[in-house]
Nanobody, 123 residues
Framework: QVQLVESGGGLVQAGGSLRLSCAASGLTFSGYTMGWFRQGPGKEREFVAA????????NYADSVKGRFTISRDNAKNTLNLRMNTLKPEDTAVYYC????????????????WGQGTQVTVSS
């Protein structure tokens, strides 16, 4: 049974930083493209960042480029998202997702999802 468990969310002031983690189990972690998505209040779930199986290639939404960094540790089956210079518009539930495809932004290609972790950025 595949499980993706996010952690690290919380309340932070604008300009602050947070680090999200996703612990994966029940799958061959290194065989999956991993991504982060988010869903803000009243909004659709949107792509944030993704990383290739080896960790050598990353992809970011324009809205977070230069502020967020995605990384993975295949030895520990862990996905991370470092978020700097946070803005109120980054407020959302953040989801970790896994795809067997070499894909990035298309959420339809991700078969496995975590339960999400709330990030709230106050102004």
């Amino acid at each position: 049974q595949v499980q993706l468990v996010e952690s690290g969310g919380g309340l932070v002031q604008a300009g602050g930083s947070l680090r999200l983690s996703c612990a994966a189990s029940g799958l061959t972690f290194s065989g999956y493209t991993m991504g982060w998505f988010r869903q803000g209040p009243g909004k659709e779930r949107e792509f944030v960042a993704a990383v290739s199986r080896s960790g050598g290639t990353t992809n970011y939404a324009d809205s977070v480029k230069g502020r967020f960094t995605i990384s993975r540790d295949n030895a520990k089956n862990t996905l991370n998202l470092r978020m700097n210079t946070l803005k109120p518009e980054d407020t959302a539930v953040y989801y970790c997702a896994a795809s067997i495809r070499s894909t990035y932004a298309n959420r339809e290609n991700y078969a496995y999802w975590g339960q999400g972790t709330q990030v709230t950025v106050s102004s």
